[in-house]
């Protein structure tokens, strides 16, 4: 298992930024397809993008598409999720996630402590 650390979280108004990172232990990052997950209260559990070990595929939800960018750097055991055009209904509990495959990433894999993202009105 690979154990996965959160950053980045925080208050943002609506339209603005944030940059999300996740550093991973262990030397078989690049071995994970990586990707973040969000809960918002009182919500379930909703995919948010994910990336292919190389990094040379990424998928996203269509809420999503088109504001968020996921990355990540093999060389330092980190994904990130650049976070722009930030609205309101974006707020909840970022998790970062380790799978085998996109398809159990929402579900199965590790997991980070998840970091807070709060976007105001």
């Known amino acids: 298992q690979v154990q996965l650390v959160e950053s980045g979280g925080g208050l943002v108004q609506a339209g603005g930024s944030l940059r999300l990172s996740c550093a991973a232990s262990?030397?078989?990052?690049?071995?994970?397809?990586m990707g973040w997950v969000r809960q918002a209260p009182g919500k379930e559990r909703e995919f948010v993008a994910a990336?292919?070990?190389?990094?040379?595929?990424?998928y996203y939800a269509d809420s999503v598409k088109g504001r968020f960018t996921i990355s990540r750097d093999n060389a330092k055991n980190t994904v990130y999720l650049q976070m722009n055009s930030l609205k309101p209904e974006d707020t909840a509990v970022y998790y970062c996630?380790?799978?085998?495959?996109?398809?159990?990433?929402?579900?199965?894999?590790?997991w980070g402590q998840g970091t807070q993202v709060t976007v105001s009105s």
């Open positions: 262990g030397r078989t990052f690049s071995s994970y397809v």
């Open positions: 990336i292919s070990t190389s990094g040379g595929t990424t």
């Open positions: 996630k380790a799978a085998a495959s996109v398809a159990t990433i929402q579900d199965f894999g590790s």
